[in-house]
């Protein structure tokens, strides 16, 4: 059974020892998060930004499609005519899983690192909304109403990817409910950062904090 089980992985490249696959690994492996990194910094070059949108949509489709190929794969491994190819399929698909896997993990590790830095810097933007609705009996209109009375200047995220924050006011809310949002305004697919006053918090985790890691960084909620 043993000798029948590694002549199997052996012939799936699971147990390769190929320079040229190795690379590859080590390639999906890292290549995202470093450009992730790159972009979620304060600063960064434009053509990051670019390669990082086009990477991080392919990224999304193969972790669609490596899954059903290693199961594909993994089944035709039961018919000896192609049970060599679909061997080094099964292999090279379930390597691909792996790696974006890990990539997967590695980026929301810094993407979650780098919200947390946000919310540490947005205390005096948020002290300024505070002292304004005091004194006026209301929220401003816009971040810009802050300046110069309660803030020098309407400060920046001090990420490249999400530069600037979304002030939104819910004017047909009685209580004029605002909220702070960094990130994608429109969530539907992506990463969103986002502040209420106490009590109007609008996230629903249930099942989407065990699929997508949503949960609580300070007083903010963060989706992705």
């Given at each position: ?8 992985l ?5 147990l ?6 190795v ?43 490596a899954?059903?190929?290693?199961l594909?794969a993994?089944?035709?491994?039961v018919?000896?005519?192609i ?72 400060p ?11 002030y ?16 994608h ?17 609008e ?10 890691g ?11």
């Amino acid at each position: 059974m043993n000798t029948r089980l590694h002549s199997l992985l052996s012939r799936s490249g699971i147990l390769g020892r190929s320079g040229r696959v190795v690379a590859l690994w080590v390639f999906v492996v890292i290549i995202m998060p470093a450009l992730t990194a790159a972009v979620y910094a304060s600063d960064c070059l434009l053509i990051l930004q670019y390669f990082y949108n086009v990477l991080y949509e392919l990224f999304v489709l193969l972790g669609w499609i490596a899954p059903c190929v290693t199961l594909l794969a993994g089944l035709a491994l039961v018919f000896p005519g192609i049970q060599r190819t679909a061997g080094w399929i099964f292999g090279s698909a379930a390597w691909l899983c792996i790696a974006l896997l890990v990539s997967h993990m590695w980026c929301d590790q810094i993407k979650q690192e780098a919200f947390a830095g946000v919310v540490g810097r947005s205390a005096p933007l948020i002290a300024a909304i505070h002292e304004f609705e005091k004194d006026t009996g209301g929220p401003p209109a816009d971040l810009q109403a802050l300046v110069p009375k309660y803030l020098a200047c309407v400060p920046r995220t001090g990420l490249h990817i999400f530069p600037e924050y979304f002030y939104e006011v819910n004017s047909d809310d009685k209580t004029k409910r605002w909220s702070l949002i960094v990130g994608h305004r429109n969530f539907d697919f992506g990463d969103r950062l986002s502040y209420r006053p106490a009590g109007g918090s609008e996230s629903q985790y249930g099942l989407g904090r065990w699929l997508h890691g949503d949960c609580r960084i300070g007083d903010w909620d963060y989706e992705r």
